[in-house]
């Protein structure tokens, strides 16, 4: 098992990376940045996969497969959303 | 099977990371959904195939039920993101919340139970108070932006609201405290089970104090809840993809929370505990002068006969559905040698970018909408600001009338146009109460219609060769 240590080391760099990032995003995008960023962060699907696959008592299975269908409905939702509203962008 | 999933989830964190850069630019942006899509296929492909899953009716199960719900959720009409996005944060924050609760309880019925170090119980615990409170903060949010009937729209206070609230979330604290303590006592399970409940009565006593007024700036800290979520999990399941994914949507929020707070120049414990939008009471007006109404006739009059026209939308336009209209308007004028920009402030509409998004899907090309630093020098050249369906935005009190909640808030300079004029649909005085002084200016014409209706007729008068 990783350390806490470098686990908060992770955090805080991908926090700065974020936020130099997020800066130099469009003023023009915001409403596309926010359903896309919450599509990546559906990234949680990769826990609840686990939670509802494994070998355990089914209980814990249904509360991973509730979890994995709402992180999957964002997942879909999200990057769909985004490239819809991307695709009204232009510039003439 | 260990090598690739370390490789996949280095490789999905950049793609993740390439998304975000190339949204700085429209003509990159499209680019960021493949980039992002294609991280999150490898990242789940390859949790997938690790050994230890066996059920794999369950997750193609709960997958085809996602595609089912997620497919409609991406095709609701643009007025209705801000709701959209509200929900999706709520299933962000409940995904976290559920598979927290598994954790625990997995780990609680581990024999071995070497699971509950400080920092991954403590880990579990944030985990679980954001998740929830932001599940069921954000389905009242959702709620509020829809109109739904049992939600109330303005703002709900009551006398000790904060300290309540505050309690609320400082007893799940310190509950969550004890349990770091005592993560495996008899009774731990009944303590775990009492911070859920209580963080899920936290997030709706978080938003019953907030205003339609308030909605970008709150929906980016929900934003930044879910965000912080997605890492606080990611330290419970010792997985450094979820945390650096969940700190790029922390951070996203987090910047977007900062630009509409400093938009209507307010502090994130002003918004959250300040009841913004609460009806205030009226300003000892000295007297009130009176509106001046405009036909349309004269309306198109003014517009024909100007060489630079500011377009100012807010929130009337998206009620109206009057986007399109607005472009039929933009046609008519351009196509007459007027040159015509939209002014958008940051807090315009229900969430950040909504007002830009709603121009984008009418094909106003995006080089016409023009950020307010930029536009605010331009206006005393302007020879017409057609102000639609914006009030707080545009109200000149914000500049010095210190009882009013917009103070200090900048707005965008329509009153310095040469001519204003102003599309709104009743003579009552806006969302926060407050009157708008740019109505009632010399050089101020009213023009009282819903938005769509009134830009129809502006159009005819272009169409019909009553204007020439």
Redesign the interface.
């Known amino acids: ?2 350390d ?1 240590g470098s ?1 908060l080391f ?2 805080v760099l ?2 700065f ?3 130099g ?37 089914l ?3 249904i ?30 | 099977m260990h090598v690739i999933g370390e490789l996949s989830a280095v490789l ?1 964190t950049a793609l ?2 390439f ?3 190339w ?5 990159t ?2 680019r ?2 493949i980039a ?2 294609t ?2 296929a490898v ?2 492909l390859a ?2 195939i ?1 050994p ?5 009716g ?2 193609v ?3 085809v ?3 089912a ?3 409609p ?4 009409p ?1 007025t209705a ?1 801000p709701q ?2 509200a929900l ?2 709520a ?2 924050g ?3 919340g ?2 927290g ?3 625990y ?2 780990w609680l ?1 581990d024999p071995a139970g070497a699971h509950f ?1 400080p ?2 119980t403590g880990a579990l615990v944030v985990e679980v108070i954001l998740g929830f409170l932001t599940f069921t903060g954000s389905l009242m949010a959702a709620g509020k932006l829809q109109e739904v009937r049992w939600i109330p729209q303005r703002p709900v206070t009551y006398p000790g609201q904060n300290f309540v609230n505050l309690g609320v979330l400082g007893l799940a604290a310190a509950l969550g405290v004890v349990l770091v303590l005592n993560p495996t006592a008899a009774w731990s399970g009944q303590v775990f089970i009492a911070i859920g409940a209580l963080a899920l009565i936290f997030g709706v006593l978080l938003i019953i104090p907030i205003g339609g007024a308030d909605m970008p700036t709150v ?2 800290i929900l ?1 930044a809840y ?2 912080l979520a ?2 606080a ?3 419970v ?20 929370s900062i630009i509409m707070c400093r938009a209507m120049n307010r502090s994130f414990t002003n918004v959250l505990f300040g009841a913004f939008g609460k009806a205030q009471p009226a300003l000892v007006a000295g007297e009130q002068k009176a509106w001046k109404q405009e036909t349309v006739e004269g309306a198109a009059q003014l517009l024909e006969q100007a060489r630079t026209v500011v377009i100012i939308p807010g929130y009337g336009m998206a009620v109206a559905q009057a986007q399109h209209k607005v472009r039929e308007l933009y046609d008519a004028l351009t196509k007459r040698g007027v040159t015509v920009k939209f002014a ?1 402030h ?1 807090v315009a509409g229900r ?4 007002m ?2 709603l121009l ?2 009418a ?1 106003i ?3 016409a ?1 023009v ?1 307010m630093d930029e536009i605010n020098p331009e206006m005393p050249q302007t020879d017409v600001a057609l102000v639609l369906g914006a009030n707080d935005v545009v109200n000149p009190s914000a500049r010095y009338a210190k009882s009013t909640p917009i103070y200090g808030m900048p707005i965008i300079d329509a009153d310095k146009a040469k001519t204003v004029i102003a599309v709104k649909r009743s003579k009552n005085p806006g969302f926060a109460g407050i009157d708008n002084e740019l109505y009632t200016l010399d050089n101020t014409w009213m023009l009282f219609g819903d938005a769509k209706a009134v830009l129809a007729e502006l159009v005819k008068q272009f169409g019909s060769g009553g204007i020439h």
């Not at chain 1, 926010?34 to 949680?44: C, D, F, G, K, P």
């Not at chain 1, 699907?45 to 494994?54: L, N």
């Not at chain 2, 969430?351 to 909504?354: E, I, R, V």
């Open positions: 098992m990783t806490f686990m992770v955090f991908a926090t990376i974020g936020l990032v997020i800066r130099r995003v469009s003023r023009l995008l915001y409403t596309p940045l926010m359903s896309l960023t919450n599509a990546i962060s559906a990234i949680a699907v990769v826990g609840s996969i686990v939670v509802t696959g494994a070998d355990h008592p209980t814990i299975r509360l991973g497969a509730v979890a994995l269908f709402a992180s999957m409905t964002n997942i879909v939702s999200g990057f769909m959303i985004t490239d819809r509203m991307l695709k009204m962008f232009k510039k003439q | 999905a993740f990371i998304a975000l850069y949204m700085g630019d429209p003509k942006a499209r960021g959904v992002g899509v991280g999150m990242a789940v949790t997938w690790q230890e899953i066996i059920h794999h369950w997750i199960l709960a997958i039920a996602g595609f719900v997620g497919i959720l991406s095709r609701v643009l993101v959209r996005t999706s944060h299933f962000g409940l995904a976290a559920l598979v609760t598994a954790e309880f997995l019925g170090t920092f991954r929906i980016s934003n879910a965000g997605a890492v999990m990611g330290f399941l010792d997985s450094k993809l979820l945390v650096t994914a969940g700190a790029l949507d922390g951070s996203s929020g987090l910047i977007l958008i940051p969430m950040p970018g909504h830009n998004v984008a899907e094909n090309p995006y080089s909408l950020e």
